[in-house]
């Protein structure tokens, strides 16, 4: 039997959207589209892809409204915070459109050697992410748009009460023009990844999570020689000094901890307030 997931309105308990988990041949079907787009979309120029991103950042700025609410039905942000969080994401576009170029000119090394040494960038092929649901956009533009703008693709598993806001950006990727298979949303639960990590056409894997996901994920990749970048939790201190103006610092505090629904990895967690 299928298996369904259920995104539901943490305000209301309603159901926003319901999504059947892709089976074995279907996530076989989105490795090889991404195998396929990697090839063509490396072959592009610097230029070529910039013209996609900067339609991506028009087409996000054109939807604004709905992608926003979508946010906040699905996470619970405040409508106000997903709204910058998608401008948020279209200005990260038009960001790398502009400069990922000359970030990734080769780079010469003076050595003592005779022959050239030198730093040259090149792309990884399918990059796997693993993401959160407390920004829903930004985690995966925040990592996809410099990847993409340096050659890669991407298969994105987000986390399954934001599996609408992982379509939408699938959406808005294709509306963009991107050709098909350069971006692509999975809707799977966390046993798919394990085969995804492993398969050969997979390059690297990027998660952001738990501490207990991170070392799965990472022991997973490294068994398989796989690079791997992580975002693992943390807890946060704010400290209050003696010389501080305690209204600023009470209102500092409570915006750090509460900003986003609460839910910021690098948020204010242990609160001290040193005395003299």
Not at 23 to 50: G, H, P, T, Y
Not at 162 to 181: D, H, M, Q, S
């Amino acid at each position: 039997m299928p298996k369904f997931f259920k995104s539901l309105n943490p305000y209301t308990q309603e159901i926003v959207g319901e999504y059947m988990e892709a089976s074995a041949v279907q996530l076989e079907v989105k490795l090889e589209w991404a195998e396929i787009a990697q090839r063509e979309w490396a072959a592009r120029s610097f230029a070529e892809r910039a013209s996609c991103f900067e339609q991506l950042a028009q087409y996000l700025r054109e939807h604004k409204a709905e992608l926003a609410l979508l946010m906040t039905e699905e996470m619970g942000k405040i409508l106000p915070e997903s709204l910058g969080e998608i401008e948020k994401c279209a200005g990260q576009c038009t960001y790398y459109a502009q400069h990922a170029e000359a970030l990734l000119q080769d780079e010469a090394i003076p050595t003592d050697a005779t022959y050239y040494s030198g730093v040259s960038y090149e792309p990884i092929g399918i990059i796997l992410a693993i993401m959160p649901w407390n920004f829903p956009f930004w985690q995966v533009f925040r990592y996809g748009v410099p990847a993409l703008m340096a050659g890669n693709v991407t298969l994105l598993k987000h986390a399954p009460n934001v599996f609408g806001c992982a379509l939408a950006i699938e959406t808005a990727f294709r509306a963009a023009g991107f050709p098909e298979g350069v971006f692509q949303a999975l809707i799977a639960d966390v046993d798919a990844v394990q085969g995804l990590v492993a398969d050969d056409r997979v390059g690297m894997v990027t998660l952001t999570g738990s501490e207990r996901a991170g070392a799965s994920v990472a022991a997973l990749a490294g068994s398989h020689l796989k690079k791997s970048v992580l975002e693992l939790g943390g807890s946060d201190a704010l400290i209050v000094l003696p010389d501080a103006d305690l209204d600023k610092a009470a209102a500092a505090a409570v915006q750090s901890r509460m900003m986003n629904a609460g839910q910021v990895c690098i948020a204010a967690k242990r609160f001290w307030c040193i005395r003299t």
